[in-house]
């Protein structure tokens, strides 16, 4: 059983940053899995942003391309999500999983984002 906790979430004007983190609790598997962050806005489907291979390889949704960068941390466990230039649509919960391709762990508690004026 694989833990996962987020954090970093909170409000934001249109423009600003944020930095989520996720903590992954087994040390066996994350060095050898893809980790993602998912988002899911109210009313609407779980989706993929981005995800980081072991080989920190990165491949971005089209709608955050250029705005957020996924990197880890292999030695800590972690997973990290720079997200720049927020858009009102970025608005949602976030999530990290693995990806094989799809997400085959426990999902944590996710972290809200809100973007508004």
């Known amino acids: 059983h694989v833990r996962l906790e987020e954090s970093g979430g909170g409000s934001v004007q249109p423009g600003g940053s944020l930095r989520l983190s996720c903590s992954v609790f087994?040390?066996?598997?994350?060095?050898?899995?893809?980790m993602a962050w998912y988002r899911q806005a109210p009313g609407g489907r779980r989706e993929m942003v981005a995800r980081?291979?072991?080989?920190?390889?990165?491949e971005y949704a089209d709608s955050v391309k250029g705005r957020f960068t996924i990197t880890r941390e292999n030695a800590k466990l972690m997973v990290y999500l720079q997200m720049n230039n927020l858009k009102a649509e970025d608005t949602a919960k976030y999530y990290c999983?693995?990806?094989?391709?799809?997400?085959?762990?426990?999902w944590g508690p996710g972290t809200q984002v809100t973007v508004s004026s």
């Open positions: 999983n693995n990806y094989a391709p799809v997400p085959t762990w426990s």
């Open positions: 087994e040390t066996a598997l994350f060095n050898v899995n893809t």
């Open positions: 980081v291979l072991p080989d920190e390889t990165t």
